[in-house]
C-alpha cells in the first residue's frame, strides 16, 4: 500500500508538471479589442459576388454583371460574344439562365440581374456597359477571321443617339445606343435602380480575348478618350462610374504594354498606369465640371505559388501549398512580404499592392474610391479558401476599399461561407458590424478584425495554422462591462457557419477561447441588458408622499397631497410584487 501511495504521489507530481508544461507550450495570443477607438466605417458593398453564383446560397450586399460576355453584349438583342473563351461564338448564352419574363426583351441579361439583387434584398448593383466599338449583330455561330468588325457579324456602339429615345430599341439599324440603353433601364427601374456601371471590362485584353473587335493593343490615350465620353452620358442620369476595370498586375503597371505608355511615363513623370488614368479622369472632371469616375476598379488574381510550382492549386495535402495561398493575402498591405510569383520575379515594385493604389488616389485624384470588382485567392472547396477570403474581406474593410465582387469559379461553397461569416452568421441576417474599431494581438498566426454594432462588439478571428488549434485571450479595453459573446465558427470539413458554444461569462472584461485549426470564429460580444428602473425598497410610501407633495400646485391641500401619495405608494407596491 506504502509502494502504490507513493507512485500515486509521483502520478501526480508528474502529471502537474506535464500540465504545466503543455500549458506553457501553448500560452494563449493576446488580443486586445478597443470598441472606442474607431478606424473607419465599413463598406457593405465590399460582400460582394459576381453573376453566377447561386444567390440563395450567400448573403451578398452587391452583385456584378460583368465578364468577357459583357463587352461585345447587344443590349437590344441579348446576344453576346464569347471571344476566344469559346470560338468567337455569337449566342444568347447571357440570357440563356435567366427568369423567362427576361429572355426576349431588350436588355433582359440586365433586368435579370437587377431583379436577382432585389429579390435577395442586395443594395448595390454594378451593370457593366459596352465600349470597344462593336457588339454582337443578330447573326449567330462562330465568326472566323475574316468576319473581324465590320462584318456582318457585329453592329456598331454609339454612346449618344442624337436623337428621341424609342420605347422599343430599333433593331434594324445595325447600331446601338448607350445612352438609349441607360435611359430604358432608368424607365423601366427608375432613377436609382441601379446604383453603378462599369466601363467595360477588362479593355487591357481585348486584342487577347475580343480579337475580331480590337486589333492590336489599344493605347492609353484611346481608352481615356472612350472612358470619358462614356462616362459623361452615365453622368446624365446621376449613377456611379466605376473604371478601368483592369485586370491584373501588368494592366497596372503599363496597360499591358500599351504602343504609347513608355512616352507617356517619361513625360510626366507617373510610376505606373494608375497614375495616368487617375490624373487624366481628373482633368476631365475640370473639363466637364463634373467628377466623370467615381470608382477606381481593378481585377486581382492572387499569383502566388507553393511548393508545387503551381498558382492557386488544389494540393490540400501539401502544407506549402496550403500556406502559400494563406500568405498571398498579405501581398494587398504587408511591406514585409514577397510571394513566390512572376510578380516578385520582376521587382513587384508595387507590392504591398493597396498602399500603393492609395497613394497614386491621394496624389493624382482625391476622393476616388476604391473597387476590386474581379478577385479571387482560391480554394472555395477548401476551409483554407475560406480562411483566405475571410482574411480578404477584413483587409479590404481595413483598407477602406468601397466595392468588391467576388469572381467564384466551379467549387465555390467555402468562399461562399466567409461571406455569409460578415452578412449573416446566424441565418437570420446578423452581419459584422458597420464601425472597424482598433484590434491589437501578440503573436500567433491569426488574424483579427473587429467592429461595433451599437454596443455590441464583433470580432472576426482567423486562425492560419493549419494543424493547431490556438488558444486565444480576449480583453475588451472598454469602460463598458461586457456579460456574455456568443460564437460563430466555420472550420473543418463543412463550408456552413456553426454555431459553438458560446462564453457564458465574461469576467473583468475579459475571456479565453481555443480557435479551431484552420478556421474562421467571430464572437458576438453583449452589454448587459438595462435593467428597468426601481425603486428602493428603504423609500416608504410617506417619503414619495412627501416628494410628490411638495411639488403639487401650493392651491392643492394637505389632505389632496397625501391621498396622491397613498395612490403612488399603491402603484409601487404592485410593481414590486
Same mark, same amino acid.
Given at each position: ?125 454594378? +451593370? ?7 457588339? %454582337?449583330? &443578330?447573326?449567330?455561330?462562330?465568326? #472566323? !477571321?475574316? /468576319? *473581324? ?68 493593343? +489599344? ?7 472612350? %472612358?470619358? &465620353?462614356?462616362?459623361?452620358?452615365? #453622368? !446624365?442620369? /446621376? *449613377? ?79 502544407? &506549402? ?257
Amino acid at each position: 500500500m506504502r509502494i502504490l501511495r507513493v507512485s500515486a504521489a509521483l502520478a501526480v507530481i508528474l502529471g502537474v508538471a506535464m500540465s504545466t508544461s503543455a500549458f506553457a507550450e501553448s500560452s494563449p495570443v493576446e488580443i486586445t479589442v478597443t470598441p472606442s477607438e474607431e478606424l473607419r466605417e465599413i463598406s457593405p458593398y465590399i460582400f460582394g459576388v459576381n453573376s453566377g453564383v447561386d444567390l440563395g446560397t450567400v448573403s451578398a450586399k452587391s452583385l456584378r454583371l460583368g465578364g468577357n460576355r459583357l463587352t461585345a453584349y447587344n443590349w437590344e438583342n441579348n446576344m453576346s460574344n464569347a471571344g476566344s473563351d469559346w470560338k468567337n461564338s455569337n449566342d444568347l448564352y447571357l440570357v440563356s439562365g435567366a427568369a423567362e419574363q427576361f429572355k426576349d426583351v431588350p436588355a433582359g441579361a440586365m433586368l435579370n440581374a437587377v431583379a436577382q439583387a432585389r429579390e435577395r434584398n442586395i443594395p448595390y448593383t454594378l +451593370l457593366t456597359l459596352q465600349m470597344a466599338g462593336y457588339v %454582337s449583330s &443578330d447573326r449567330g455561330g462562330q465568326a #472566323k !477571321e475574316d /468576319d *473581324a468588325a465590320p462584318s456582318g457579324y457585329w453592329y456598331k456602339v454609339e454612346n449618344r443617339k442624337g436623337g428621341e429615345f424609342a420605347e422599343e430599341p430599333d433593331k434594324d439599324d445595325k447600331t446601338v445606343y448607350m445612352d438609349e440603353l441607360l435611359n430604358y433601364l432608368t424607365t423601366r427601374l427608375g432613377k436609382s435602380g441601379v446604383q453603378g456601371y462599369s466601363l467595360d471590362n477588362e479593355p487591357g485584353l481585348w486584342r487577347h480575348t475580343h480579337p475580331l473587335l480590337q486589333d492590336g493593343a +489599344l493605347s492609353c490615350t484611346e481608352l481615356i478618350d472612350r %472612358s470619358t &465620353d462614356l462616362a459623361a452620358v452615365v #453622368k !446624365e442620369i /446621376d *449613377a456611379e462610374v466605376f473604371g478601368p476595370a483592369l485586370y491584373g498586375y501588368s494592366a497596372y503597371v503599363n496597360f499591358a504594354g500599351a504602343p504609347d505608355w513608355n512616352e507617356i511615363k517619361s513625360e510626366n513623370g507617373y510610376r505606373w498606369f494608375i497614375d495616368y488614368y487617375l490624373d487624366e479622369m481628373r482633368k476631365a472632371e475640370n473639363a466637364n465640371g463634373k467628377r466623370l469616375l467615381d470608382v477606381l476598379d481593378l481585377h486581382y488574381y492572387t499569383e502566388a505559388k507553393g511548393a508545387c510550382g503551381e498558382r492557386s492549386c488544389s494540393h490540400y495535402d501539401n502544407d &506549402d501549398c496550403v500556406k502559400a495561398r494563406l500568405d498571398s493575402v498579405r501581398s494587398l498591405y504587408d511591406p514585409d512580404y514577397r510571394e513566390k510569383s512572376w510578380i516578385v520575379d520582376t521587382g513587384a515594385e508595387f507590392f504591398p499592392l493597396l498602399p500603393n493604389v492609395w497613394q497614386s488616389i491621394d496624389e493624382y485624384y482625391p476622393g476616388t474610391k476604391l473597387s476590386f470588382s474581379e478577385y479571387n485567392f482560391g480554394g472555395g472547396d477548401h476551409i483554407s479558401g475560406a480562411v483566405c477570403e475571410a482574411d480578404t474581406l477584413g483587409i479590404f474593410a481595413e483598407q477602406g476599399v468601397y466595392f468588391a465582387a467576388l469572381w467564384a469559379f466551379e467549387g465555390n461553397e467555402y468562399q461562399l461561407g466567409a461571406i455569409n461569416m460578415f452578412t449573416d452568421y446566424d441565418g437570420n441576417g446578423s452581419g459584422f458590424g458597420g464601425m472597424l474599431v482598433k484590434s491589437e494581438h501578440t503573436g500567433g498566426d491569426i488574424s483579427v478584425y473587429s467592429s461595433v454594432d451599437g454596443d455590441t462588439v464583433k470580432m472576426i478571428v482567423t486562425n492560419r495554422s493549419i494543424h493547431d488549434d490556438t488558444p486565444v485571450s480576449i480583453t475588451l479595453s472598454s469602460d463598458k462591462s461586457y456579460e456574455s459573446a456568443e460564437v460563430y465558427s466555420l472550420y473543418g470539413d463543412s463550408p456552413l457557419v456553426r454555431q459553438l458554444d458560446g462564453v457564458g461569462e465574461i469576467t473583468d472584461n475579459s475571456f479565453t477561447y481555443t480557435l479551431p485549426a484552420l478556421s474562421v470564429t467571430e464572437f458576438v460580444i453583449v452589454t448587459p441588458a438595462p435593467e428597468e428602473p426601481s425603486i428602493e425598497a428603504s423609500e416608504s410610501a410617506s417619503e414619495i408622499g412627501d416628494g410628490v407633495k411638495s411639488a403639487l400646485p401650493y392651491a392643492i391641500g394637505g389632505a389632496a397631497a397625501a391621498g396622491t401619495a397613498a395612490v403612488i405608494a399603491t402603484v409601487v407596491k404592485k410593481k414590486k410584487k
